[in-house]
């Protein structure tokens, strides 16, 4: 299992109320954890509690669909990707909070060497400026 930290302090003026409120609006989560969204659909569940959508987002070996399910708990959100890609199986499972003015999300990633290795980078690289679009769209 590989695992990843991100967090980011809150932009002055946010409340970790309107940041809760953001992590609770699916459809923003949605389209701050796939930049390169091509469409996503409700599959089951409430999205105003716990909902699994099938995700098709572009990668940079072309796009791919897989499960997401998005967990709204009182401090922040659980997010958990089921992906089936060509070399494999590949589980992320986050779990994004609000303490103390930031946004820590505690990121484990399940999958064979390659996959955890690739997706670890992935996780590292980009989660910080997700954290950055999201905080932003709560501003507005």
Avoid at 4 to 14: D, E, I, K, R
Wanted: with cysteine; charged share 20%; aromatic share 4%.
């Amino acid at each position: 299992m590989a695992t990843a930290n991100v967090s980011t302090p809150f932009p002055g003026g946010l409340s970790s109320a309107t940041v809760i409120a953001a992590l609770h609006n699916h459809d923003l989560m949605i389209k701050t954890l796939c930049p390169q969204l091509i469409s996503y659909e409700l599959e089951s569940g409430d999205k105003d509690t716990q909902a699994v959508y099938s995700v098709t987002d572009k990668k940079p070996l072309g796009q791919t669909t897989y499960k997401l399910t998005l967990t709204n708990v009182p401090d922040g959100i659980n997010t958990l990707v089921n992906a089936k890609p060509p070399v494999g199986t590949l589980t992320i499972t986050g779990k994004w909070r609000v303490m103390n003015d930031k946004l820590v999300e505690d990121v484990e990633i399940d999958g064979n060497f390659m996959m955890k290795k690739m997706a670890k980078g992935n996780v590292e690289k980009t989660h910080p400026e997700q954290h950055s679009r999201l905080l932003d769209m709560a501003k507005a």
